[in-house]
């Protein structure tokens, strides 16, 4: 429907590997989704999904580009310019003597992303190419020590020296990362001004990043791996988008795009840190679940997003998400703090295989990506994938994949299961596809039920929300048997990230690692102290925040600043993030009000039995974020109609192959179904995005809200 007296104001983009969704929200908080396939021209996808989302509205992008305030983008551009080690060449600088660490990765980068059996055995274990080749590292003779304390004047002549070689060898940038510097950062910052007094001697642009200006946190593989990110990948990634900004702009766009980060808000394209944007759809799907929560009354969530290439999964506890500060990603450790996700490659485009020597399924982890499978209608592709087999048994309509904009080669399909799946397994077709959805249901289940009880939890305390453009396929397959309180799928659920990215505020997060022990035997003055390192901290975190928000036109009284702080017990590996109870430390005063704060959160997220004050409080580091609200889309609350869908909802039948016979399945059409509308299966509801599978035993109905409520009839 085209409404002009409610332009629309907000934009979330997911350009996932295989699809880019788009999700539009209008002021009156009225939303509508649309959906492309991804392309390697990201800009092109975008402006293809916001085409078809807004046909809904019967708009054109050239008239709603120039009513938008605000556009997220999320996407997984850099994360696969890492993988594949297709970044920019990037030069490094460390203390002498410690040019190796980086490749070494404190070791256990060799084993990381590994199954159980191979992490045992040290001949499976095996190093990525590095970020930084060790021909393009320097060392630089000079010493901190674990207090801060200049042990080793910094030689600035071998700076010189080194920052020389590096731009003669060609490097496009340089990081800087000393041990120690933390602590202090002098001879970091000293560094830096070198290189950059060089590159400008030498006539070249070269961006220069100093770990001490980005990531001032402990552990050195961490933050350098860190650090090297901001120059090898997500300055590559700034450029592209630059470019669809531009694109946008030249539709009309009068905003500044803004990219979904690691720590669950929101940052500018131009910010400094663009590392934090590392993994973002998968977040975008949290962020989305913990808003739809907190409108619906659901405080604790399992979150669960099928993609075409991987299987997400997070924790939403009292209305709150975790957060993991040393977190790795692309077998990297990194000092990013993330939404604490779980993820495995397993989703609807991944490959299936017989292993030749064991003749089991094997499933994944690369996956088909936009080209679905075989029975992709330009062919090129070989092997097998999940979404063949959805072709093969009925639960994908052929003819409406995406809308019927693709006419999917069936027979091509069919004839590639058979030959490398169903004949050498001694099966028909039929039951070789339905042997792949089953594994990858049960693969699915068992991820999700050792997440959830892994820390203490039962799927009983859960509402279990489905989404992703695989999630309502899969829904039922892999919450069979847990007893989740509910299963939930949305009816965006295929824009769900996207959905989550337009609900999520405009925040900078920086971090700075801070040391203070406090235990029975400190004095009032050490409390003073400790204090007072806390509050000082966060002053120098301000001062980054509030310049990240005045590169995106925002001055300090726009911007809420919420200081915290990360604390453990005495003697603990672990600590937890804490949103501080005083805005500002004044003294020792304040210290009963930060413990009082810990020791109710440590009660929250293990048990009041495990608390240990005995032990005295350990405070490990300094967090501040600065937020400026922004618009968010309402959550549809329809009139209720009567159990019996409308005829315009019915589709026909189709045969679908459940439990290993064939059957006939009521077709129903997504977006013509009615609040209170129940459906009992074998049923399909279609979707241009997506379809949502309701086998038999199980029946559906749809909510005021458009949520989908999935339960186990028998």
Known sequence: MNDLTNPVEVLGIDAGGTMTDTFFVRRDGEFVVGKAQSDSDEANAVLESSKDALAHWGREIQDVYPEMVTCVFSGTAMLNRVVGRKGLRTGLIVSKGFEDFHRMGRALQCYLGYAFEDRLHLNTHRYD????????????????????????????????????????????????????????????????????????????????????????????????????????????????????????????????????????????????????SLVSGPIGGVIGAKYLGEQLGYENIACSDIGGTSFDMALITQGNYSIHKDSDMARLVLSLPMVAMDTIGAGAGSFVRIDPYSLSIKLGPDSAGYRVGTCWPEGGLDTVSVTDCHIILGYLNPDNFLGGILDLDVPRAFQCVKDQIADPLGLTVEDAAAGVIELLDLSLRQHLRAMITSKGYSPRDFVCFSYGGGGPVHAYGYTKGLGFKETIVPAWAAGFSAFGCATADFEYRYDK???????????????????????????????????????????????????????????????????????????????????????????????????????????????????????????????????????????????????????????????????????????????????????????????????FHLVETG
């Open 129 to 276: 190419e590095p970020l930084v080749h060790i021909h393009d590292t320097r060392g630089v003779t000079e010493r901190i020590d674990s207090k801060g304390v200049v042990v080793i004047p910094v030689r600035l002549h071998e700076a010189r020296t080194a920052a020389e070689e590096l731009i003669d060898q060609g490097v496009k940038a340089i990081a800087i990362s000393l041990i120690s510097s933390y602590l202090n950062g002098e001879h970091e910052t000293a560094i830096r001004d070198v290189v950059l007094e060089v590159a400008k001697e030498k006539g070249v642009d070269l961006p220069v990043f100093a770990s001490v200006d980005y990531y001032p946190v402990r552990k050195e593989s961490h933050r350098t791996n860190t650090t090297i990110l901001e120059a090898y990948a997500a300055e590559p990634s700034r450029k592209i988008l630059g470019q669809l900004s531009d694109r946008m702009k030249a539709e009309g766009a009068t905003f500044d795009l803004r990219v979904m980060a690691t720590h669950g808000g929101t940052i500018g394209w131009k910010a400094k840190e663009l590392a934090r």
């Open 513 to 707: 690692s801070v040391d203070v022990g406090i235990n029975d035997e400190s004095s009032e003055e050490d409390i003073e102290v400790a204090c007072l390192k806390l509050q000082s901290a966060w002053d120098e975190l301000k001062v980054k925040v509030l310049e990240e928000f005045a590169i995106n036109g925002f001055d300090e009284s726009a911007v809420t600043l919420s200081p915290g702080y990360s604390m453990q017990y005495m003697g603990q590996l672990n600590d937890l993030e804490i949103e501080s109870p005083v805005a500002n430390i004044s003294g020792k005063e304040d210290w009963p009000a930060l413990v009082q704060a810990f020791d109710d959160t440590y009660a929250r997220v293990y048990a009041d039995a495990a608390r240990s004050p005995e032990l005295g409080f350990g405070i490990t580091g300094a967090i501040l974020r600065g937020s400026v609200e922004t618009s968010k889309p309402n959550i549809p609350k329809e009139p209720m109609s009567g159990p019996t869908p409308p005829e315009a909802a019915v589709l026909g039948k189709r045969k679908f192959y459940d439990n290993r016979v064939w059957v006939e399945a009521d077709l129903f059409h997504m977006e013509s179904l009615l609040p209170g509308n129940n459906i009992v299966g074998p049923a399909v509801i279609e979707s241009d995005a997506t379809t949502f599978v309701v086998p038999t035993g199980f029946a559906t109905n749809l909510d005021e809200h458009r949520l």
